[in-house]
């Protein structure tokens, strides 16, 4: 049974950083593409980040590209997102997603998800 537990989220100020971990089990990491998502209320959730397989090729959504890094660490089935200058419209759910086959921003083709860790950013 494949599982991704995201961890890290909070509460933080504006300017502040955070660091979110997802540890995947049930799958053979080091072969899936890692993505991380969010999810504000009342909207749809959006593509962040993703890098591939061994990490080399990464993409950001523009809207937290200079801000946030993700990471990979496959000997700890782990991706990680470094998330620093934060906004208050970085509020929201934040999930990691794991995909088998090519790296894509696309919210639908990612295969599992994890539960969600909640980032809220005061003003």
């Known amino acids: 049974q494949v599982q991704l537990v995201e961890s890290g989220g909070g509460l933080v100020q504006a300017g502040g950083s955070l660091r979110l971990s997802c540890v995947a089990s049930?799958?053979?990491?080091?072969?899936?593409?890692m993505g991380w998502f969010r999810q504000a209320p009342g909207k749809e959730r959006e593509f962040v980040a993703a890098l591939s397989q061994s990490g080399v090729s990464i993409y950001y959504a523009d809207s937290v590209k200079g801000r946030f890094t993700i990471s990979r660490d496959n000997a700890k089935n782990m991706v990680s997102l470094q998330m620093d200058s934060l906004k208050p419209e970085d509020t929201a759910v934040y999930y990691c997603?794991?995909?088998?086959?090519?790296?894509?921003?696309?919210?639908?083709?990612?295969?599992?998800w994890g539960q969600g860790t909640q980032v809220t950013v005061s003003s």
């Open positions: 049930g799958l053979r990491f080091s072969t899936y593409i």
């Open positions: 997603g794991a995909r088998l086959n090519g790296i894509t921003t696309m919210v639908g083709q990612y295969e599992y």
